[in-house]
T-cell receptor, first 113, second 111 residues
């Protein structure tokens, strides 16, 4: 298995632009998670899906952030409009069942200038 | 509120010098405690899950232990390739599947 695949690996954008991050989970995994990692706050859960349904989005910072999972093999995290404070590494992870460890992707490093 | 605190923030060891990393947690019902390793520029890599106090898991030079309030990651005779950030996370025993992470311990092992 290729693991969890994220794209792009790096994204540099100007403040106010729309940014879309993409994730393909491991086939057969039914839970998908979006995390954000910064030096100051570490890994923060933004949202997670179970069987393509959003279960907990309490970590989404504000209305500028939205996430979708249209099918079991694809998810997007969108930021519109982007701001410099959104600069971070965004990770997607998936798991097969509750209690299993997650498998993380390699992350997308987002820089908003 | 669920909380995870890791110490120390950073640790420098000589090759072969054994030590332990600490993860203290507060959670109203623990389903599992997870340890991950993260290398620079990569996503966290799963190491262990511990489910109940007294449980131990081992993998090569690493051994994880769990009590009702904390977990330790013991590193025996470390090598430079063990250098990484080690992350601890807890999963609540409720219906949720989410993990709450600590901020990690940055381990550097010098040859």
């Amino acid at each position: 298995d290729a693991g969890v695949i994220q794209s792009p690996r790096h994204e540099v954008t100007e403040m106010g632009q729309e940014v879309t991050l993409r994730c393909k989970p491991i086939s057969g995994h039914n839970s998908l998670f979006w995390y954000r990692q910064t030096m100051m706050r570490g890994l923060e859960l933004l949202i997670y899906f179970n069987n393509n349904v959003p279960i907990d989005d309490s970590g989404m910072p504000e209305d500028r952030f939205s996430a979708k999972m249209p099918n079991a093999s694809f998810s997007t995290l969108k930021i519109q409009p982007s701001e410099p404070r959104d600069s971070a590494v965004y990770f997607c992870a998936s798991s097969y069942r509750t209690g299993d460890g997650y498998t993380f992707g390699s992350g997308t490093r987002l820089t908003v200038v | 509120e669920d909380q995870v605190t890791q110490s120390p923030e950073a640790l420098r060891l000589q090759e072969g010098e054994s030590s332990s990393l600490n993860c203290s947690y507060t959670v109203s019902g623990l389903r599992g405690l997870f340890w991950y390793r993260q290398d620079p520029g990569k996503g966290p890599e799963f190491l262990f899950t511990l489910y109940s106090a007294g449980e131990e898991k081992e993998k090569e030079r690493l051994k994880a232990t769990l009590t009702k309030k904390e977990s330790f990651l013991h590193i025996t005779a470390p090598k430079p390739e063990d250098s990484a950030t080690y992350l601890c996370a807890v999963q609540h025993s409720g219906a949720t599947n989410k993990l709450i992470f600590g901020t990690g311990t940055l381990l550097a092992v010098q040859p």
